[in-house]
């Protein structure tokens, strides 16, 4: 799933790249000033480890003119397969790697709730905290971590692509290849939404106590099979 979104993105102008990889909808205030630049590329580096860890693998590291950004990601949208240990790893080991440079952290997947103030005050003070403990004491105020589903992930691309007719089959293999691995691009209804147009308009309505009762389907006879046989052969795997 990394290299099918990933590798096709980061073929993408410098342009773009950076107006979907700092899109506000991601960073908020964090986006501006955005980078200028696409520098280097590296999928699945190998870096050396802190804490418990020998080495560790970052999924992707965009090095851009004046940042680097590093980018974790996890399988299914809404899971909880992200861990602050390994998040606060990556940005330490991160930092290590590219000194004096500033180091900015993405999760893409892997969480229940990706909305910027539940990401700020559920997750970004436990990675500082953790990052604390690996020998960086600044890390409450230098780092600089989002989150973003895969939906919503191709949704912000849909948005620029879509404008060009040049990026329509782009577009359709991103939008395929996402769909084959079992992602939704549809973005889910939050509670308070319900109370929002276009959900307004169902106020009021009441349902019948026979619509709740079980419903039980018919039953559709098996005609004309006759007597069926196994062969032993058919019982092997």
Known sequence: LTATVFERLLYLPDQYIIDILYDPEIWGDFSNPAPSRVEEIFFWPRWTGVG????????????????????EAKRYDHANLQYTE?????????????????VWLLAVGGMFDYRRDQVKTRWQASIAEHAGTLGMPDAATALRFAAVSWSDLYLMTASRLNEKPEWRRLMADLRE??????????????MNELREAPWAGVRGITTPPEALLP???????????????????????
């Open 215 to 237: 419903f039980h389907p018919p039953l559709v006879p098996l005609h004309g099979f006759g007597r069926i046989t196994t062969t032993p052969q058919a019982l092997s795997f």
């Open 177 to 190: 290849g996402i769909l084959m691995h079992g992602i939704s691009i549809r973005s889910p209804e939050w």
């Open 52 to 71: 418990v860890k020998a080495t560790i693998e970052p999924d992707v590291v965009v090095c851009f003119d004046d940042r680097i950004l590093v980018i």
């Open 86 to 102: 390994q998040l606060a790893r990556e940005w330490v080991c991160g930092r290590r790697e590219f000194p004096g440079r500033s």
